[in-house]
């Protein structure tokens, strides 16, 4: 169907005709069961439950995963251990900008040549080291630790924007890059950001999104492109 | 059936793997799917930018043998963009989502009406039409009006007696009259009822004549019912900005 078709049915509907079905009890649904079901015995399901918990891992990795674990050698599993363990034991994250960080500063923040007065808005550490393979940045960071999700139950106050409002109430920051991903969540949270900013007497940038350089103009999706033709830039002169 | 095509609404997406995304969408002919959209999170995706919350598309599905996968999208409202440019929009529109994805439970089963009015919703949101917080009381109203929950602004909701009536309670179904009232009902303004009456009817100009007072009060009523009637909380409500 085309869109100009389903924009049409879609007005006829909102606000249509109403009529009025009779009220009901509330029916028994209930949450969907979390857990996967448990088909293994103990200690091999709770490892499953376990390995299933983690990002990008569905049921059947967590599976795979599990079972490679059980055949492999103790040694093996041990050095795992150890790293898991590690980590948790040396790496903190930074009290100022929330980056992973090896003492109280992380690197950057203890960096003194670095410039106070530009702070870069991310949502999680690896964006840091994205942003720092450019060599296009010489400021500060700030890490807020995720984007604002309602539906995820993730709002404002479970994320360090009170922190960043902390460390700008003093005037020496200048210009605040917002450098959230590009996608709704993102979106919505620098949205949040520069008008909780926009109070203050400080610059706020949006990365600019625009075309994958390497690829063809016409392969561009609409909303990609248009907002290329947004973030344009005068050249010349 | 190795393809097939549908319009839809993306309402939630969670990601999978690498660069990949699970999108739940609600279409217009097989209600709830949930799709595999293949490399969708790398920046030279062709069309993530189309498999985002909020996005009106027409989608080309592959059956698979757990998921379906992806194979083609076009934008048919792209409502993202202006819903996140203003966080009022944003609040509300995700919640009418969320109630979306919860009014509609199975996967593969039509639920033509949710789809339209989620449609019709979201196309008034993002071009503001009427204030955000009104476009979604009057989405969950009628959302949970179609699922069989009809509020009754006017007539008791017990008995049937023709209204107006000046309390109201949750668990009844709105209004309810003198003998009726379960003890401890409140007593809601007379124009909040209307409201309410004028919310689930799509009657706009009384609706956006509304004072804020009034507003406020029927926004908090139709959270109530509709916590009550979906049994669960609805987590993005919690989050609703109002001005
Ligand atoms: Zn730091
Ligand atoms: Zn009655």
Request: proline share 5%; glycine share 8%.
């Amino acid at each position: 169907m085309s869109g100009a078709v389903a924009a049409g049915r879609a007005a006829a509907w909102w606000p249509g005709p109403w009529t009025r079905p009779v009220p009901r009890e509330p029916s028994s649904m209930s949450d969907s069961p979390r857990r996967l079901c448990g088909v293994y015995e103990g200690a091999v399901q709770d490892l499953i439950d376990e390995l299933g918990r983690l990002p990008g891992v569905g049921p059947k990795s967590a599976q795979r995963i599990a079972f490679h674990l059980l055949a492999a050698d103790d040694h093996e599993v041990k050095r795992l251990v150890d790293a898991l363990v590690e980590v948790k034991r040396r790496v903190r994250f930074c009290e100022l900008c929330g980056n992973v960080a090896e003492a109280e500063l992380c690197r950057i923040c203890a960096d003194p040549r670095r410039s106070d007065e530009v702070i870069c808005v991310v949502e999680e550490p690896k964006d840091v080291v994205a942003i720092e393979r450019t060599r296009e940045f010489r400021g500060r960071y700030h890490v807020l630790g995720g984007a604002i999700n309602p539906i995820d139950n993730v709002g404002p106050d479970d994320l360090r924007i009170k922190e960043l409002m902390s460390r700008l109430a003093d005037g020496t920051v200048q210009e605040v890059i917002i450098a959230t991903d590009p996608n709704v969540e993102g979106e919505a949270t620098a949205t949040y950001l520069s008008r909780l900013i926009g109070s203050l007497e400080i610059t706020v940038s949006r990365l600019a999104s625009g075309l994958p350089v390497g690829g063809d103009l016409e392969y561009a999706d609409e909303v990609t492109l248009g907002r290329a033709f947004e973030g344009r830039r005068i050249v010349g002169n | 059936m190795p393809l097939y095509r549908d319009d839809a609404i993306v309402l939630r997406t969670q990601k999978l793997g690498e660069a990949d995304r699970i999108v739940t969408f609600l279409t217009r002919e097989r209600g709830k799917v949930r799709a595999v959209g293949r490399g969708v999170r790398r920046t030279s995706s062709r069309f993530g930018a189309r498999l985002e919350p909020f996005m009106a598309v027409d989608v080309q599905f592959h059956t698979g043998r757990t998921l379906d996968t992806v194979t083609q999208v076009e934008t048919v409202g792209a409502y993202a963009r202006r819903v996140c440019e203003d966080y009022e929009l944003y609040t509300a529109g995700t919640a009418m989502l969320e109630a979306a994805d919860r009014l509609v439970d199975q996967e593969h089963e039509p639920a033509v009406q949710q789809y339209w009015l989620l449609a019709g919703g979201l196309r008034a949101l993002a071009e503001r039409h009427h204030a955000a917080g009104l476009v979604l009381d009057s989405y969950l109203l009628r959302a949970l009006a179609v699922a069989g929950w009809a509020l009754s602004p006017i007539d008791c909701a017990r008995c049937g007696e023709p209204g107006p009536h000046h309390a109201f309670n949750v668990a009844a179904g709105g209004a309810v009259c003198p003998r009726c009232r379960p003890p401890g009902s409140p007593s809601p303004a007379p124009e909040t009822f209307t409201l309410l009456a004028a919310l689930l009817s799509g009657d706009w100009s009384t609706a956006d004549t509304a004072s804020t007072r009034h507003r406020n009060e029927a926004s908090g009523l139709v959270a109530a019912y509709s916590q009550y009637y979906l049994e669960r909380t609805l987590r993005s409500l919690r989050m609703v900005e109002r001005s």
